[in-house]
């Protein structure tokens, strides 16, 4: 059965993948490493035979990686409490 | 200095972790089945019954729909529960405090006049794939039972179609901002009464909640009569998936302003 | 060659997939444990989330089957089919785990609009400016 090398592959892959997130130090790359993990999940499910899975895992991390962006975004905006602008 | 020693320390402390997960795990293949072996409980007991039976019961080629929506018909109900009462916390907790300040027409008017890509071509691109994205929802939804697909990646497709309308371009300025979120959360709702509708109806021809083979309508054979409840059901499930993603993306779009 | 290459598939098939996903989810716990930044928190949470559900889907694995897709006549042995029901109870995990994600970040937002920061140190008032 030579798709379990493929999967240990991919496995080893998302195992840098997450160190990569965890050792980064910019959080909006973080975030684009993160949706490459999603990426490389979804290949994971493909690749054992759970296509549905696969097309959920798919969609939903599209989606996440939006939220995340956009909460990096409303986290790093440049107003202060009182709604002002810094410089 | 100070950053460099703590992240030395995060990374002696990541290898460590592996070395120790990783010896540890070596026991483990001691009392789990081999991958891909025939004869684990897994494999053996209730799946064979619904690889035998899926299709003669309910007309569903798809058996993993079959399972979802008809004999995990529970499971489903109460997963999208789940999903509405996220949707539900998110919208209480964050529309507690007073939002950012909101713009002038004028400043609005004149920050959606500016292109986002910076050409008019990759701007107007977008227009041509929503609709697409749209029709392919609707198609995974309806041929959830013969293909691949299903209600949970049609509410994300069409939750992904109205993103991109919302966050890329710039048409319809002047609408309110609150109304849209209340109607996500509303829709959801109405999604998860739908579903919940499709249970209870069965129980006025005499037959027991969700059990879909007695459904009130018009059909040849109980087989169709559960293909019909696995497409309500769906229906139900995409409407409060989506509706839930728009309430969340609505939400925290409110308090992001993309001025800089 | 050849006998190198089945050697690694016994072991992974024996042990090995079960090894690296414990090893994903081992780092992702470390790094909700100890990442400074809390939006890098909730992005291990959900990749513990994907170590969890591939450990689930393994369970369905068999060897030689296809996509639990099937014709009405068609189903003559149940081997022949990937096991269907850990995909049904995962897909709905999966879409859960969107939900759970929402909610995190709806609460880094409300900590952000008390503290001012999302990074755990400057919260806890050790080295940080915000004490």
Redesign the interface.
Known sequence: ?PI?ILEGILLVAM?AIA?GI??GRKLLSAIIIYCAFSLTAMLLYALIGA??VA??EA??G??ST??FI??V??VH???DKD?RKKE | MEERKS?RR??A??LL??L???I???R??KF???????D?P??TN???Y???N???DTHA?????A??ADY?GF??LF?TC??L???V??WT??S??EK??KRTDKEMIAYYRTSIFGSMLMDGAFRIVVPIILIYGMYVLFHGEI????G??AG??L??AY?LNR?VPKFDVRRKQKAREELGIITAGLGAFFFALTGVLPMFNGGRFMELGKLPFPAASEAELHADGILMVEIGVMIC?AG??IT??E???E?????? | MTELIDNLEYF????G???LA??L???S??GMV?CGNLLKKLMCMNMMQVAIIFFFL??????GATL?????G??TS??A?I???????M??AI??S???T??G???L??IK?IYGTIEEEEITGKGGKLR
Do not use: W
């Not at chain 2, 789990?32 to 025939?38: D, I, R």
């Not at chain 2, 080629?61 to 729909?65: A, G, P, W």
């Not at chain 3, 096991?83 to 109870?89: D, E, S, Y």
């Open positions: 059965m379990l195992i160190i965890i050792m296509a549905d097309f959920t969609v939903i599209t989606i939006v939220y956009i909460a975004k409303s905006n440049r107003r709604g | 992240r995060l990374a402390g990541l972790v592996i120790l997960v990783g540890g795990a070596v483990v293949g789990l089945p081999t991958v891909g072996a025939l684990t897994a494999n209730i799946s064979q619904y690889i035998s899926a299709v003669a080629h798809n058996i993993v729909t399972v979802l995990r499971d489903t997963e789940v999903m009462l996220s949707g916390a998110v907790i964050l507690a405090k950012v300040e293909s691949l697909g299903g949970f990646q994300a497709l939750a992904c993103m966050i998936v839930v993603i969340i993306l939400v925290v779009l308090r992001t302003d993309f001025d800089d | 992974l098939a024996d042990r997939i079960y090894m414990l090893i989810f081992g780092i716990i470390y100890c393994t369970f369905g694995q068999k060897e639990p897709v099937a014709l009405a068609q189903v149940p081997d089919y096991n269907p029901l850990p995909h049904a109870l897909l709905t879409v859960v969107l939900g759970t929402g909610v970040l709806a609460l937002m409300r609009d």
